[in-house]
T-cell receptor, first 111, second 110 residues
Framework: KAGVTQTPRYLIKTRGQQVTLSCSPI?????VSWYQQTPGQGLQFLFE???????NKGNFPGRFSGRQFSNSRSEMNVSTLELGDSALYLC??????????FGSGTRLTVV | GIQVEQSPPDLILQEGANSTLRCNFS?????LQWFHQNPWGQLINLFY?????KQNGRLSATTVATERYSLLYISSSQTTDSGVYFC????????????WGAGTKLIIKP
């Protein structure tokens, strides 16, 4: 059974650019959530999607957005990148047993 | 909001030692999970344990929901156990998000 796939693994972007990250959940999982991890703030919740609907959003500015497609794959977008957006972005999928399974993450560096 | 506190923050042990990591949470929870984050950033799900006791090889976990704490036991530590261990909880009203502790950084010396 394939795990959660995140692409790309690494990204380097310049301030002011935008970026799109992708997450493919475990087959059959309909819930996808996103987390940001930084050394200073730890792991923080960004948003969660279920059947293409955003059910919850964390305390992040509007520059952070996401969506989910009918095949449950999800993307998150960050516009007008700032240096502080440099982080490890982790995606998780959740099935009926409510356990969260995470992908390997996308490490974003903003220069 | 709910507080999730992990202790100790850092732990250095010799290979073969046993250890106990603790997670305290300040409110009733619907879900509690333990994760191990390896040096490459991958979060590996160790246990989904909102209550009770589970064992998986050298690792075991116990959650006492009524007293709002969970323990992760690692026996006969190996160098590959090194990394950061996180406890994460989901509230009873199930707002579909995990709230994380700050983690315990474990270093196992050969």
């Amino acid at each position: 059974k394939a795990g959660v796939t995140q692409t790309p693994r690494y990204l380097i972007k310049t301030r002011g650019q935008q970026v799109t990250l992708s997450c493919s959940p475990i087959s059959g999982h309909r819930s996808v959530s996103w987390y940001q991890q930084t050394p200073g703030q730890g792991l923080q919740f960004l948003f969660e999607y279920f059947s293409e609907t955003q059910r919850n959003k964390g305390n992040f500015p509007g520059r952070f957005s996401g969506r989910q497609f009918s095949n449950s794959r999800s993307e998150m977008n960050v516009s007008t990148l700032e240096l502080g957006d440099s982080a490890l972005y982790l995606c998780a999928s959740t099935g009926d047993n409510y356990g969260y399974t995470f992908g390997s993450g996308t490490r974003l560096t903003v220069v | 909001g709910i507080q999730v506190e992990q202790s100790p923050p850092d732990l250095i042990l010799q290979e073969g030692a046993n250890s106990t990591l603790r997670c305290n949470f300040s409110d009733s929870v619907n879900n509690l999970q333990w994760f191990h984050q390896n040096p490459w950033g991958q979060l590996i799900n160790l246990f989904y344990i909102p209550s009770g006791t589970k064992q998986n090889g050298r690792l075991s976990a116990t959650t006492v929901a009524t007293e709002r704490y969970s323990l992760l036991y690692i026996s006969s530590s190996q160098t590959t156990d090194s990394g950061v261990y996180f406890c994460a909880v989901e509230l009873m009203d199930s707002n579909y998000q995990l709230i994380w502790g700050a983690g315990t950084k474990l270093i196992i010396k050969p």
